[in-house]
């Protein structure tokens, strides 16, 4: 699989492979995490979240992973399909302020 | 269960003008979040309201106002529209209470400013 260790705008895979896609957090005091998925011409859709008691979650297909030491969130996608090529954004929030977004890798799958 | 509606997809309105998109959140959901997406700045938080009552704001000029309905839909305002203002506005629906839980993203109004 392909991973990015730095956050990237662009991350290019070929069908089947697995991808990791990386985002550094900005707050400390940050409790929830959040990645989305964002196709053309919709709004973003909810893939998974993890609460900052927890460092990894696992999803269909997606897992997150949290490292509070280096604020570090990463979301891994198994047997990337063509179907997962979109833009993908990770928000953070504290309890009862709004979602911040990083600013979003594009994940292009070729098959 | 319907997902977030907003109204219009799409608008063209002129420098000066102002405008009003609306949303319709999920059945139930209480908290109403308004977001701006440029490519040159990303997703920006607008504000957020909860129970007709505005509970967070971002960092955007009084031309951007909200408010919410008793039925929790939602409407945004821009007045004397700007040529930058021209974005997707998004809005995302969550129930509001208890500790944090998942926003769900309507499709978003494309506005276009001429």
């Known amino acids: 699989g392909e991973s990015v260790g730095l956050h990237l705008p662009t991350l290019s895979v070929q069908e089947g492979d697995n991808s990791i896609i990386n985002c550094a957090y900005s707050?400390?005091?940050?409790?929830?995490f959040i990645w989305y998925k964002q196709e053309s011409g919709k709004g973003p859709q909810f893939i998974i979240d993890?609460?900052?008691?927890?460092d990894k979650r696992q999803g269909q297909r997606v897992t997150v992973l949290l490292n509070k030491t280096v604020k570090h969130l990463s979301l891994q996608i198994a047997a990337t399909q063509p179907g997962d090529s979109a833009v993908y954004f990770c928000?953070?929030?504290?309890?009862?302020?709004?979602?911040?977004f990083g600013k979003g890798t594009t994940l292009s799958v070729s098959s | 269960k319907a997902g977030v509606t907003q109204t219009p997809r799409y608008l063209i309105k002129t420098r000066g003008q102002q405008v009003t998109l609306s949303c319709s959140p999920i059945s139930g959901h209480r908290s109403v979040s308004w977001y701006q997406q440029t490519p040159g700045q990303g997703l920006q938080f607008l504000f957020e309201y909860f129970s007709e009552t505005q509970r967070n704001k971002g960092n955007f000029p009084g031309r951007f106002s909200g408010r919410q309905f008793s039925n929790s839909r939602s409407e945004m305002n821009v007045s004397t529209l700007e040529l930058g203002d021209s974005a997707l506005y998004l809005c995302?629906?969550?129930?509001?209470?208890?500790?944090?839980?998942?926003?769900?993203f309507g499709q978003g109004t494309r506005l276009t400013v001429v």
């Open positions: 707050n400390s005091a940050s409790d929830y």
């Open positions: 995302a629906s969550s129930p509001g209470t208890g500790k944090n839980t998942e926003a769900f």
């Open positions: 928000a953070e929030t504290q309890a009862g302020t709004a979602l911040i």
């Open positions: 993890i609460r900052s008691n927890m």
